[in-house]
Structures are given as C-alpha cells and as structure tokens.
C-alpha cells in the first residue's frame, strides 16, 4: 500500500430514521450520551462532553472532578446541514479535520463523515486506528437514535 492510499481520508457513510434537524442535534448537543467511553474518551470518569454550537467553538470532555480536555475547534457552523472540526484531541498527533454532512434522504437523514488531513499529520498508525474507531462511534450513534 502507498502512502498515499495509507493517508487518505475516512469516509463513513449511514442512514438514520430522523429529520436533518434531530440527527444534527442529537450528533452535536447530545453527544455526550452517545460517544463511546474507553479508548474513545480522555477520562474514566468522563461526565459530560461538550459541543460549543458556533464557530470559534470547542467540543471537549469533562471529568467528575472538573477538569476538562479539548477534543476539537469548530471550524464550521451550519445546522442542520454540516459542521466542520479541527480534531486535536491528541496533542503528540497532528491535528486532522472532521466534517460531517446531514442530508435528507425521504422521512431518513444520510450522514457523511470524512475524517481528512492524515497527510499533513503524516500519522499512518492514528489513521488506521480512526478507520475502525469510526465505526464503533457511529454505532452508539445510530443506537441513540433508534432509543
């Protein structure tokens, strides 16, 4: 395999049984009910993850305890079609970019994710990890939905 296929983006694609506007909110504000704990959190005693709703923004977790770790910068803001993260929740990796699109598909929303920029972080082995790591998020994803 060439570095360059190593490299490129993620793509996930699903479809879920809600309007743009609810897998929007639910992706975003409600994020914290659905994200996966270990290895995909910071903290084991994670109690919150928090998706500032606005450019200039923050999504980052927080601890029982208060403390809190940045996970990503909102880059770009437009419910209920996309939002836009500087992903930089390692900080011994590069940071990447994650844009996610919600587009109405009938009484169903597809949601398209790219995880982009393993390039400029030249990080194979994070890469390769996110490529299954995505999966396993987007299932709590379609599971909360489905509640």
Do not use: C
Not at 33 to 42: A, I, K, Y
Not at 47 to 70: I, M, N, P, Q, S
Not at 107 to 133: C, F, I, M, P, S
């Amino acid at each position: 395999m060439s570095t360059t296929e190593a490299l490129a983006a993620i793509e996930k694609t699903i479809t879920v049984d809600a309007s743009p506007e609810t897998a929007f909110e639910t992706f975003t504000r409600r994020m914290g009910d659905w994200w996966p704990g270990e290895p995909h959190t910071v903290f084991d005693n994670r109690v919150a993850v928090v998706f500032d709703e606005r450019v200039g923004g923050r999504v980052y977790e927080r601890a029982a305890d208060g403390r809190e770790a940045d996970w990503a910068d909102v880059i770009a803001w437009e419910p209920p079609q996309r939002f836009l993260l500087r992903w930089r929740v390692n900080p011994q990796r590069g940071p990447t970019e994650i844009e996610v699109r919600f587009t109405r598909e009938g009484e169903r929303t597809r949601v398209d994710l790219e995880h982009r920029g393993w390039d400029e972080a030249g990080d194979v082995e994070g890469r390769a990890n996110y490529d299954g790591g995505w999966d396993k998020v987007l299932g709590g994803y379609v599971s909360s939905l489905s509640r």
